[in-house]
């Protein structure tokens, strides 16, 4: 009887786990592979949202709203047509969207989705535009033309940007969807030659939100992606700009100081004959000069009273070794033999 019932939990068991396994496939995030449903994602982009951040794409099933009035895929792709020809975009919109719910995986279906995004083009519709042609690129990237309809992605986002519906100059469409928009674009064609210029406007996006640290990752990237591109020339000034910005805003912090200070000094070394060279270079100055004040007060902070002799000398000592052509030059080395001095008597 125990041995009966030992197998009946290993059935039940088992079949509940097969049923778990059917119900859940894995999901696809928008831009995260060349097909619905896959597991796989591209390498990850420092100062790009994570993919868990990036909205799911939703199958398309049908409803009161989507039922198709032909018996064929054929036949309600020609019906949708004949309402887009005679103007009626609403009507055609909704035929070839229930051809997409009811014939997902016919021939006509990848090209009623991608009708359907050229109505909203028409229309003026961007966000539903993009939404759309997101969808086409997550569940029909083997039947489409997907390099061109990536293409088409940044072209469309492209005009968004620049024909966004504003009302009492605020926009409708946030920066945050349009940056999403562009880093779909990289994820989906890494190399095409329009993605340094989309790394540069979604490295944009972030500073035009104060989003500074995520903003010198992609510069970054872009420079390490494509560093013999004029994107990228652009992008060591804008990373450098972008890092001053940071160490202004938090000058206590010294690590990141130290490191601006690495960067300017590399790039400038690196890009002696960099348009804004110049600028870079004032920029180090100034930082040296904040870094040798704080290194400044940190030794001074260690001749006091409640430290030893020995731990002034010691801080005087590494100042003079890290600054020694400092204003406070020659002031140290008559404090450190003063100091000497005391301890020897």
């Known amino acids: ?90 009507k055609a919109r909704r035929a070839f969207d229930a051809l997409v719910c009811e ?20 229309e003026k519709d961007y966000d539903n535009a993009l939404e759309e042609l997101e969808y086409l690129l997550d569940f029909y990237p083997s039947e489409c033309p997907y390099l061109e309809m990536v293409e088409f992605l940044y072209q469309l986002t492209n005009l968004m940007v620049k024909e966004k519906k504003t009302m009492f100059g605020f926009s409708f469409t946030s920066d945050r969807i349009v940056r999403q928009h562009y880093e779909s674009v990289v994820r989906r064609a890494p190399r095409a030659s329009y993605v340094p210029e989309t790394m540069l406007k979604i490295a ?52 990141r100081c ?28 100034e930082l040296e000069k904040h870094l040798e004040a704080d290194a400044y007060r940190q030794a001074k902070f260690y001749d006091t009273k409640q430290r030893t002799p020995h731990a002034a000398v010691s801080a005087w000592e590494r100042f003079l070794k890290a600054y020694p052509l400092s204003p406070h030059a020659d002031e140290v080395r008559a404090r450190i033999e003063t100091i000497q001095k005391g301890i020897q008597q």
């Open 1 to 90: 009887m125990k041995r009966l019932r030992r197998i009946c939990l290993s059935i039940i068991v088992a079949a509940c786990a097969s049923t778990t396994a059917l119900a859940d496939p894995p999901r696809n995030v928008a831009g995260s592979a060349f097909a619905a449903n896959s597991p796989y994602a591209t390498d990850a982009y420092p100062g790009f949202d994570g993919l868990d951040d990036v909205k799911r794409p939703e199958k398309k099933e049908k409803g009161w709203f989507n039922w198709v009035d032909r018996a064929t895929a054929a036949e309600q792709f020609a019906l949708a047509e004949e309402f887009e020809s005679a103007g009626a975009f609403r």
């Open 103 to 122: 014939w997902p995986a016919s021939p006509e279906a990848w090209r009623a989705q991608y009708r359907i995004v050229k109505i909203y083009e028409h």
């Open 204 to 255: 944009d996006l972030r500073e035009q939100n104060n989003e500074y640290e995520e903003a010198v990752q992609v510069y970054n990237q872009l420079v390490m992606k494509f560093p013999k591109t004029t994107e990228a020339d652009i992008a060591i000034y804008l990373q450098a700009k972008a890092r001053m910005w940071l160490c202004r805003r938090l000058s206590y912090n010294i690590p």
């Open 258 to 285: 130290q490191d601006t200070q690495k960067y300017l000094k590399m790039m400038i070394a690196d890009h002696p004959r960099h348009d804004r060279v110049d600028e870079m270079q004032e920029w180090l100055a």
